[in-house]
């Protein structure tokens, strides 16, 4: 990543950032080669529908070399999840991300689009294994359970295989840490090559930066 502070200063263009159904989100931004995003929150389908669109506009308009996340997530929708990491990898701009709290659950996944990762002192990961849930009441076939166990195995393959070609660990070692849903430090992390390096987060002074905050 190129130092900031070696680019000539240009005019500052305002980009207004509109994803459907929220209120318009102004940038500050000039022709950067680096736009940082702090992104804190949960992983649904609206809420990955809204930040592609975001990024899309972003990188269209101001042609950015790398987006930086400041990353941390509780997780959530497992589809939505390796849909947004997929849309990360794809996109022509280099993806740097930042723990700077706890990733964990399908966030571990996006976290992994990175092609650098880092992590803050004191951050941590939590891997665990896919959850299904059923609505109070809902009865079902032996077939239509089966069929619900089936999902939630494929959902784990998808993960364990995304973050074993990420990483040095193994299949079977993901899928030991999906059962032991215990949280691990950074020396793990770090030994696993999860992360690239333990950094302080550090936004540079006058950077475009903005904080995604979703619905």
Do not use: W
Not at 40 to 61: H, P, R, Y
Not at 65 to 86: C, H, M, Q, R
Not at 110 to 132: C, D, E, N, W
């Amino acid at each position: 990543m190129q130092n900031e502070s070696n680019c000539p200063p240009q005019q500052p263009t305002v980009v207004q950032i509109q994803p459907p159904g929220i209120q318009p989100l102004p940038v500050q931004i000039q022709t950067p080669k680096v736009i940082y995003i702090n992104f804190f929150d949960g992983v649904n389908e609206s809420k990955v529908k809204t930040l592609m669109g975001m990024l899309s506009q972003m990188v269209a308009t101001n042609k950015p070399e790398t987006l930086y996340f400041l990353f941390s997530s509780p997780g959530g929708s497992v589809d939505a999840g390796i849909v947004l990491y997929n849309f990360l990898r794809a996109l022509p701009v280099e993806i740097i991300m930042h723990n700077t709290g706890t990733v964990a659950s399908i966030g571990t996944v996006i976290y992994m689009a990175g092609a650098k990762r880092y992590a803050a002192p004191q951050s941590t990961f939590l891997f665990h294994g896919v959850q299904t849930t059923f609505a109070p009441g809902v009865a079902m076939s032996h077939p239509q359970l089966l069929e619900r166990l089936s999902m939630v195995r494929q959902d784990e393959n998808k993960i364990a295989g995304i973050i074993a070609s990420r990483s040095t660990l193994s299949g079977e070692e993901i899928r030991k840490l999906f059962h032991q849903g215990e949280s691990k430090d950074l020396a793990f992390a770090q030994e696993k090559g999860i992360i690239h390096e333990i950094r302080e987060a550090n936004i540079p002074k006058d950077a475009p930066f903005i904080t995604v905050n979703l619905n």
